[in-house]
């Protein structure tokens, strides 16, 4: 069965001749799926196109050859390119640079599963010429399409515990949903940083993930991670880019304008998945046996939210906002200049908006999400 994908028509509107088309996401989250479907439904078989995979060591020898003559040859008379896995070709920006400086009629795609080596020799060489496209776990909204919202919340307690890994909404066994997601993080989840970084084992990244999957909603002090973790500030800090650049988490700073009296420093960070947060730490008890339903509800919602924005490409800047004293705001969203703060609550209980936020922001007014109102927040 196939869940339809939001970016599927992202792709078709910015597809074009002269521009790159890079798709990022994590591995196992449906880019292949998406790339394919693109052909199914777009090209029709009317279009002449090609399509490879990065780790084909001979698809590697000519898109890496810095030689137009090669490219020219590789590509023949096909009009667009698509490459899967494009981060294990070696200088791909340069090649793609080239391709589309020499071949302008060229429409090229090319998807990574890592963004920081991808973007590192992406970036420069294509300026002004690429759109980056993001590619997520399945959304809540893609899900609307094939579900009725009383089905969607019927189904909360299972995202919310196993997440939504397109494999795992498919799958109607919790067992083997524990099993997938035990054997993504064993297999998939830090392949990129071991294969491309030099790291040799994923035991500190693990050990990072599983202290920052018990600080959701909390700031993160990197030189407390680095005490209990026995390394350097400036470890923890990369460790944390690498695991934010290869999609595994993602990190909200302080909102602050210039208030002495607010927390703007330190950083939260939220899991894509739920279900990877729970599988590193391997707690899959049903909600109603668990201690941490705020925080799950919270990075459930934050993370659908995240979805929601970036395949509509709106720009909006997202933070958390809390006072030295306490006072917080979970989510606030600036947009065109104008600031909306949510608070996310797992029960319908509103509590009352700090009076540092009414003082710093009053025309900001505050929308309580919970699980009467949560689908038209996220869809």
Same mark, same amino acid.
């Given at each position: ?68 003559? @090669?490219?020219? $040859?590789?590509?023949?008379?096909? @009009?667009?390119?698509?490459?899967? $896995? ?33 973007? @590192? ?20 909204? $893609? ?199 949510? $608070? ?36």
């Amino acid at each position: 069965m196939y869940i339809p994908q939001i970016n599927l028509d992202a792709l078709q509107r910015l597809v074009q001749p002269g521009k790159v088309i890079v798709l990022y996401g994590a591995r196992r989250v449906g880019k292949t799926t998406l790339l394919k479907h693109y052909i199914a439904k777009h090209l029709k078989g009317n279009e002449e196109y090609l399509f490879v995979t990065g780790d084909d060591i001979h698809v590697q020898e000519y898109l890496s050859s810095r030689s137009i003559e @090669k490219l020219k $040859e590789f590509i023949g008379k096909n @009009k667009i390119l698509i490459i899967d $896995e494009a981060q294990y070709i070696k200088q791909i920006g340069l090649n793609l640079k080239l391709i589309v400086d020499h071949l302008p009629d060229i429409q090229i795609i090319a998807s990574g599963s890592s963004s920081f080596d991808l973007s @590192k020799q992406i970036g420069e060489p294509l300026t002004g010429r690429k759109y980056h496209i993001k590619q997520f776990p399945i959304a809540e909204k $893609e899900i609307s399409q094939i579900e009725k919202p009383h089905e969607i919340k019927a189904h909360l307690d299972v995202r919310l515990i196993y997440g939504s890994y397109p494999e795992v909404v498919l799958m109607n066994d919790n067992q083997i949903r524990q099993e997938y997601l035990k054997e993504l993080i064993n297999s998939y989840l830090f392949k990129d940083i071991l294969e491309l970084e030099n790291i040799r084992s994923s035991e500190k990244l693990v050990k990072i993930l599983r202290l920052i999957a018990f600080q959701i909603s909390k700031e993160v002090s990197y030189n407390e991670l680095g005490a209990q973790l026995g390394m350097s500030k400036n470890t923890i800090e990369k460790y944390l880019d690498l695991l934010e650049k290869v999609f595994v988490i993602f990190k909200r700073t302080g909102l602050s304008r210039n208030m002495r009296k607010v927390i703007s420093k330190n950083c939260r960070y939220y899991f894509y998945d739920i279900g990877i947060r729970n599988a590193l730490i391997n707690n899959f008890k049903p909600l109603s046996l668990r201690d941490d339903v705020g925080q799950l509800w919270e990075n459930y919602i934050i993370s659908e939210r995240y979805k929601i924005h970036e395949y509509n490409r709106d720009f909006v800047s997202s933070y958390f906002w809390r006072t030295y004293d306490g006072a917080e705001i979970d989510l606030v969203e600036e947009h065109d200049g104008e600031i909306e703060g949510f $608070e996310i609550k797992w029960s319908k209980k509103q509590g009352a908006v700090p009076p540092k936020w009414k003082s710093a922001y009053p025309d900001s007014p505050i929308r309580v999400i919970n699980k009467d109102n949560y689908l038209k927040f996220i869809t």
